[in-house]
């Protein structure tokens, strides 16, 4: 139910809603403070999305823009998480484990 107005409030923010539209929007908004916070909130994050883009004020912000830069927050994250597991890897099992000794001993014999 309040995934559909969800929906509704994205494309109000993007200029796609028709008058009817917009006023059973508004009207659910009236009466709903769950979706009219997170109108406020998705408000908000268009208008720091504008600002970053050196346009602050900008009527709507395409929606590539925020996609990408979202792509990109998550990139850096699992980045992050990925140098984490590297690190936690590393202390677990220290540097060259017993395998690679073997190896390289097994190297230094055939020479
Ligand atoms: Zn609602």
Request: hydrophobic share 15%.
């Given at each position: 139910m309040h995934d559909d107005w969800l929906r509704q409030i994205e494309q109000e923010l993007d200029g796609e809603l028709s008058l009817p539209e917009r006023a059973a929007l508004a009207r659910h908004l009236a009466g709903c403070r769950h979706c009219a916070e997170t109108r406020v909130s998705h408000l908000e994050m268009r208008v720091a999305f504008a600002r970053s883009a050196g346009q602050?004020?900008?009527?709507t912000v395409p929606r590539p823009a925020i996609r990408g830069r979202t792509l990109g927050l998550w990139m850096a994250i699992s980045l992050i998480a990925g140098a984490a597991a590297g690190w936690f890897a590393h202390v677990q099992w220290?540097?060259?484990g017993p395998t690679s000794l073997e190896a390289t001993r097994a190297l230094f014999v055939a020479q």
């Open positions: 602050p004020h900008a009527h220290g540097g060259p």
